[in-house]
């Protein structure tokens, strides 16, 4: 898998990884939640918690039967098998993906605060980790580190403190057999690559000519010097 590049199944209210396949497979294999704990090095309590937060956004995930001849014991439902294909098919598609879309924007230092700098672009301003006694830089936003939000729907600023915000147009959805290249026009002389999961798309609603808001962690960007 590309670095960085993180298989992850979103909901409103949680979002499914690389982790927490681990757990439910290591259930699956151990027809315990407590063993399947101890196996990944985990508290019980810890991964107990973890499930209900899955079984609230995604259903019932694991069965737990009482003890008895068999001794009782946890097993997946069918509903965690088809979540588990699901992020396999999510996990194979990245996979498969040799390169990861950049947009590049340049752009002039007009602060710092520390490690971060604030860049002027042609989109906006940006905050972006950049070398230090460099003004004319270029910041290089990597497609699957971009989120898209519905201008309505935005997290609270507290939330979204340390990221950055494009508001912009869709102008082009590309759909893959899992991922959909997104495209979103934020004033920039390019439009902005974005990877979004066809359920994120879904959950979106997005066709071309929406408004969206893209967002992006400021300490997951970084900014190099233009010569």
Known sequence: MDAGFEARLQTDG???????????RAVDEHRSLNAAADALGRSFSRAHK????????????????RGGVGGGGSELTDAAHDLLARFDRLQT?????ATVEETVL??????????????????GTVRALAPEATERVQVTLRADAVTLHAP???????????????RGTVVD?????????????????EPLAVLVTHDALAALDLVA?????????????????VE
């Open 50 to 65: 973890r499930i209900t937060v899955l079984e609230d956004e995604f259903g019932a995930l694991v069965e737990r039967q």
């Open 209 to 225: 000519g929406d408004s969206v808001v893209a967002s992006f962690k400021a300490t997951a960007t970084r900014a190099t010097a």
């Open 14 to 24: 949680a979002s499914f990884e690389a982790a927490d396949a681990a757990l439910l």
């Open 152 to 166: 309505d729907d935005i997290p609270e600023t507290g939330e979204m403190s340390a990221r950055n915000r494009f």
């Open 106 to 123: 340049r752009g002039q230092v007009i602060d710092r605060d520390g490690e971060l700098a604030t860049v002027e672009t042609a989109a």
């Open 173 to 189: 959805l590309d759909r893959g057999e899992t991922i959909v290249r997104t495209g979103v026009d934020i004033g920039a002389t």
């Open 93 to 97: 598609a990245y996979t498969g993906t």
